[in-house]
């Protein structure tokens, strides 16, 4: 255990210390790669703790990163508190979506939360004047803030940024996951009659975790809007929600550290396969088929079983749990 | 606004819905049949179409594409089931096919980009079709009637297939308990290679048919195949009439869509789809599970 903590300390300074120990296009990518380590993570409340396949996180990404442009361009307030209000309108919109989609299950809530997804990419175009249309929104500033903290107006300074949000954002979905709550939802993903039958209303756990992974999402969005400068329509755009998807299952679904890795993983062999052939979808998609079929436990799920016979994700247990708490 | 407008307007949204029937009932055959949501099946339509586009490059005929394309495109169909599918049939989770068959998608959505390049491929209309008809003082074009046609033959085709031949029963059987069928003797497993293996070819002869309309490009893959899944999620999954009355409708609200409301066209789709699985998460003929 003391080696595991000692590992995840020598992790974190590791990254704190890249930026200086790389150039500075590299940082961009890395940027990039974190936020999309974020947004995979979001998904992974969904995908691997509830087995509600989202095709559809482009939404919550969509609408943090569009909440964020317009709250950043319009109204001027410091980075992190409009980063925050934009979390706080996209969960504000997730609820009544969440209430919409846990209706279903498997292939409807797939193609609902699609459904919503690409609505959002629909009414883009139909509201032009605030949204720029295809053009979306360009020029969003970094406006200091508050008591004038400066120091994420720069590359390396909003490298901290959203590592810090990363790393927060982990340890508040690990403590969800490791929660009561938590156990509900293992719980849920394993045998929902009879969770339901243990007397847990399991539509409003659903519920509530939609909306958790929407606020993830739309975080990763606001970050990635007040990063690159620009919101567009292709951050609705359903091939967001598949490359989500992908990191998620290739990273290992039901671990949260595996689909971060899944997304850092994506990126860097994006920007690096794409400058030597431009046949990279190809080899990727290949490698995502070679995941599902041989290994569905994906990266996290190789490295964790190569140390330690146990798979690191919790089937039995928290059920039995649930079953314990209810007796 | 005439009779004869409404009429044209109406054909115009019926031709759309024979194209749209081609692929939603093959997906809602592999999903009844063998439980799998083919994600893959818009980038199968596309194949059909690319395929198609070279068959009468070749041969000159437009009906020679129309026949081999289809048979083509079902073959590699059927491989990749028996090479990849097959072995997933045991997994608990479901989850393993959609993706699966995503990765599918966009590995075939590449594969043609390489093969036929990035530009759009514009195919002509044959000239035994090209006309165009007068109905009620409005002109229509004959390729879309001849679409109409298409449509309303296949799916009289699968009907009769389903319900009067002993391969169709066994399908059926297969849908309704596959273990039973299996004790009693059948080859489930050939049942389910051969029913992708139709969906897939049925998906390519859209894509032929679809070819002369919008010309070939990469990306109508993606495009179609969420109408399709919008489509088979209104009818119901599994469901084959439904597959068509969805056909119908989602035809009715793109063409109109576009035409009365052209800002919220795209919109229109999601709106059915979430008013159809609120008040019914089934689907309108579904099963609800």
């Given amino acids: 255990m003391s080696g595991k903590a000692a590992g995840c300390a020598l992790a974190v300074v590791a990254c704190a210390l890249l930026p200086f120990a790389i150039p500075q296009y ?21 995908v691997g703790y509830c087995r509600l396949y989202s095709f559809g996180h482009a939404a919550a990404y969509g609408l943090g990163a569009y909440a964020a ?35 279903s299950t498997g292939v409807s809530f797939a193609m609902l939360t699609l459904a919503f997804a690409q609505l959002g990419y629909a009414m883009l175009f139909r509201f032009r004047d605030i949204t720029g249309g295809s053009d979306g929104i360009t020029g969003i500033p970094r406006p200091p803030g508050p008591w004038g903290i400066t120091w994420f107006q720069g590359k390396i300074g909003y490298y901290y940024l959203v590592l810090g949000c990363l790393i927060v954002s982990y340890l508040v979905c690990r403590a969800i996951v490791r929660s009561a709550f938590g156990a509900v939802l293992s719980a849920i993903r394993e045998n929902e009659p009879k969770a339901v039958a243990l007397g847990y209303d399991t539509r409003l756990y659903k519920i509530t975790t939609v909306v958790l992974s929407y606020a993830f999402g739309a975080l990763a969005g606001a970050l990635y809007a ?5 919101a567009s329509p292709e951050l609705f755009f359903w091939l967001v929600s598949g490359r989500a998807l992908i990191m998620v299952v290739v990273g290992g679904a039901g671990t949260l550290i595996g689909p971060i890795l899944g997304g850092v993983f994506f990126i860097f062999l994006e920007h690096e396969l794409s400058q030597v052939t431009d046949l990279w979808p190809l ?3 290949s490698i995502f088929m070679a995941f599902v079929m041989f290994a569905p436990e994906g990266i996290w799920g190789l490295l964790s079983s190569r140390f330690k016979p146990v798979p690191g994700i919790p089937s039995a247990g928290p059920s039995d749990e649930t079953s314990d708490a209810a007796a | 606004m005439t009779f004869g407008f409404i009429l044209a ?5 019926l031709s759309q819905a024979a194209i749209l029937f081609f692929i939603a009932c093959g997906l809602t055959l592999i999903f009844g049949i063998m439980r799998i949501v083919n994600f893959a099946h818009g ?27 289809p048979v083509a495109v079902g073959g590699i169909g059927m491989a990749f089931e028996w090479i990849f599918l097959r072995h997933l049939y045991g997994r608990r989770e479901g989850g393993a096919y959609l993706l699966l068959t995503f990765g599918l998608a966009i590995v075939l959505s590449e594969l043609i980009r390489v093969i036929w390049g990035p530009q759009p491929l514009a195919s002509g209309i044959p000239d035994y079709l090209r006309g165009i008809v007068v109905i009620l003082g409005q002109p229509f074009p004959l390729y879309r009637l001849f679409l109409i046609a298409s449509g309303i033959a296949a799916a009289v085709a699968i009907w009769q297939f389903l319900e009067r031949t002993r391969a169709g029963l066994l399908i059926r059987a297969v849908a309704q ?12 497993a050939l049942v389910r290679t051969g029913v992708f293996g139709l969906g897939c070819a049925m998906a390519a002869l859209g894509g032929v048919l679809a070819a002369p309309l919008v010309t070939a ?3 109508m893959g993606t495009n179609v195949v969420i109408d399709a899944f919008v489509i088979v999620i209104i009818g119901g999954m599994g469901s084959f009439a439904g597959s068509l009355i969805g056909s119908i409708l989602v035809g009715f609200v793109q063409v109109l869509g576009a035409y009365y409301f052209q800002d919220l066209a795209l919109a229109f789709m999601y709106f059915l789809m979430l008013i159809v699985l609120v008040i019914r998460p089934g689907g309108l003929l579904g099963k609800e599970d």
């Fill in chain 2, 177 to 188: 308990n596959a273990e039973m069928v299996h004790a009693l003797g059948t080859d489930v």
């Fill in chain 1, 26 to 46: 590299s940082l961009s990518v890395l940027i990039e790669a974190l936020i999309f380590g974020l947004l995979a993570m979001s998904l992974d409340l969904l």
């Fill in chain 2, 9 to 13: 307007q109406c054909l115009s949204a």
């Fill in chain 2, 217 to 219: 490009f990469l990306g």
């Fill in chain 1, 283 to 285: 080899v990727f998609g």
């Fill in chain 1, 226 to 230: 007040a990063f690159a400068g620009f």
């Fill in chain 1, 69 to 103: 442009a317009l709250i950043l361009t319009h109204l001027q307030l410091p980075l992190p508190i409009g980063i925050a209000l934009a979390v706080l309108a996209t969960t504000l919109v997730a609820i009544p979506i969440a209430w919409i989609c846990t209706r």
């Fill in chain 2, 43 to 69: 980038a199968i339509f596309m194949l059909g179409a690319y395929v198609g586009l070279t068959v009468l490059a070749v041969t000159g005929s437009f009906l020679l594409s129309l026949l081999l394309a």
